[in-house]
């Protein structure tokens, strides 16, 4: 099968002899299209194209860089909705969703354009007589990125956006279940004026082409979002190699949301429910741990599960879902798992966890809420990635803390509370790279640090001015005049 959509390689569209179908979860008969499978060789190529690339272009002026950057941002915007209905109909967010996501691609691009005229350094006065210090920031050379499914559009954008503003070329493999939005974007920034072999995009197997993008010795850096078990292998492999290679990891999540009993009870059901609900759960900021005061619980319980009821789960691209089908087969199967394992372990399944059938063959599941759930169990321990959560009961606010924090991972956490001296406690002492008050756990801006600690992140945070601390790296010079 000769794919239509190919890999983007020393600025030309090349390879693609092996294709895989990129298949509608809200639709299996619908197949979004046929992509580039990569080899090797194709990486190989790409990364050597990269390094070609790199001396011209790290020398580029800060304003021939923002006017890429913003171009590609001005047609990325233009073309939102049909971005967003593309991600949505490769991934199975609604098309709400699918659009807000795109929307987000393009404002990265143009924050990051405005972040190549803003680069600068420091003069620094010597300990020594006569001597000058300067402070200044090198791109790093060739990035490599891996990207997961489940933001197939903001992901590639907030890696490729901050690399390119500082001077660095780029090999990206974005997740092989949607590779159809990030060869859109590329496309789009490719369009908008970039020196070939700048930005290449092979598309592929983790497995194949992730590890062949590890393994190169000419690559300098890894920007990786994926689950643990994937990151630890890419940490390792930066590590293993010679040279070593700098390394990013952004990866899971076990995201607690605490519901105090002076919680306005409608924002706290609305900010659960988004929390852990929409884009089907699938975000590593999903509050998939409800920790909930005993006084507020049952009227809690049953606030959400009314508001469940009323959310329609259907195909994404159909006017009125609320929520979009799971995005294969695989992740399905993980779901159910998980259902099944609270459930074995004595947590209540209070609602959903169920499949749907709904008018076109697609993975459908009502979102399940357990309850009666301890922080021991599994279901409270272990990412799940779909529309699960579970409520663990608590007696106060200092139970609630031990609780959220007691987790191997700290990427995003949340309080819902009418008290500033709680919200305030909680702020300064949850452990997550993230903190949410009355707000839910996912969804953030795009231009402040995205990231977490413990088992959820490793090395500099993404997004934000804060992102040079991984795209840049410094160099301190001496000069005796
Ligand atoms: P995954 O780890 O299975 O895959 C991520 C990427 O790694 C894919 O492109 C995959 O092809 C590639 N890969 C797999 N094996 C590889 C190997 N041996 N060498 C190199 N690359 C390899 O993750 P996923 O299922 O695509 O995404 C879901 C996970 O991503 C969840 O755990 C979620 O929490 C996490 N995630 C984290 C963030 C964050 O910013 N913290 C954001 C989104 C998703």
Request: glycine fraction near 10%; aromatic fraction near 6%.
């Given at each position: 099968?000769?794919?239509?959509f190919?890999?983007?390689i ?5 390879g693609?002899?092996?294709?895989s179908?990129?298949?509608n979860p809200?639709?299996?008969?619908d197949?979004v ?12 190529n790409a990364?050597?194209?990269?390094k ?14 923002y ?8 047609e990325?915007l ?13 991934e ?5 969703e ?6 987000r691609a ?6 990051f ?9 420091e ?6 007589p ?17 990207t ?29 279940l ?9 496309d789009?920034?490719q ?36 689950s643990?078990?994937t ?11 010679n040279?070593?290679k700098?390394v990013q ?11 105090l ?19 089907t759960?699938?975000?590593c ?10 006084g ?11 508001r469940l ?6 195909d994404?691209l ?22 099944q394992?609270?459930?074995?372990e004595?947590g ?16 459908y ?7 009666e ?10 990412e799940v990635f ?7 009961r ?5 139970e609630?803390?031990a609780v959220?924090n007691d987790t191997?991972?700290g990427?995003s ?5 009418t ?9 300064r ?15 953030v801006?795009y231009?402040?640090?995205?990231g ?9 945070r993404?997004?934000?001015a ?16």
């Open positions: 099968m000769n794919a239509p190919k890999n983007l020393a600025g030309e569209w090349a693609g002899v092996n294709a179908r990129n298949i809200s639709n299996t008969n197949v299209g046929e992509y580039a499978q990569g080899t090797v060789e194709d990486l190989n990364v050597a194209a990269a070609a690339a790199f001396p011209a272009w790290s020398r580029t002026t800060p304003q021939e860089r006017d890429i950057l913003k171009k590609a941002s001005d990325i233009a073309r939102k909705d049909e971005l967003g209905r593309l991600l949505s109909r490769e199975g967010k609604t098309l709400a699918g659009i807000g996501e795109a929307g393009g404002q990265v691009f143009a924050f354009a405005g972040e190549c005229l803003r680069l600068s350094g003069m620094v006065p010597s300990v020594r006569g001597v000058g210090v300067e402070i200044t920031r090198d791109p790093l050379g060739i990035v490599g990125m891996i997961p499914w489940n933001f197939p559009i903001a992901i590639p954008a907030w890696k490729i956006a901050p690399a390119l503003a500082w001077g660095n070329c780029v090999v990206i493999k974005p997740a092989d949607v590779p159809g939005s990030a060869w859109a974007l590329v789009i920034i369009r908008a004026g970039l020196p070939k072999g700048v930005l290449n995009l092979v598309m592929g197997r983790g497995s194949v082409v992730g590890q062949a993008l590890l393994e190169h010795k000419d690559v300098t850096a890894i920007s990786f979002t994926g643990v078990a990151g630890r292998k890419v940490a390792a492999a930066c590590i293993a190699g040279p070593m700098k990891l952004e990866m899971g999540g076990k995201n607690p949301l605490v519901v009993d002076d919680a306005d009870l409608k924002v706290a059901v609305e900010v659960a429910v988004n929390g852990a609900f929409f884009s759960g699938q975000r900021t999903a509050s998939s741990r409800l920790i909930v005061q005993a507020i619980h049952d009227r809690f319980v049953e606030a959400c599960i009314e009821k009323g959310l329609s789960v259907d994404a159909k006017a009125g879902t609320h929520i979009g089908p799971v995005v294969d087969q695989s992740q399905l199967d993980q779901n159910l798992k998980y259902i394992i609270a459930k074995d004595g209540k399944l209070a609602f959903g966890g169920e499949l749907l059938k709904r008018d076109t063959p697609g993975f599941l009502q979102p399940a809420l357990f309850t759930t301890t922080n021991a169990m599994r279901i409270s321990r272990e779909g529309p699960v959560a579970n409520i663990v608590v007696k106060d606010y200092d609630a803390l959220a191997e991972f990427l956490s949340g309080i819902c509370t008290s500033l001296k709680y919200a305030t406690h909680f702020k002492n949850s452990e997550a790279g993230m903190v949410m008050v009355n707000l839910p756990t996912a969804g801006d231009h402040v640090p995205f977490g600690r413990k088992g959820s992140s490793y090395g500099p993404e997004q934000g804060y992102a040079k601390e991984f795209y840049t790296t410094v160099k301190t010079a001496y000069t005796l005049a």
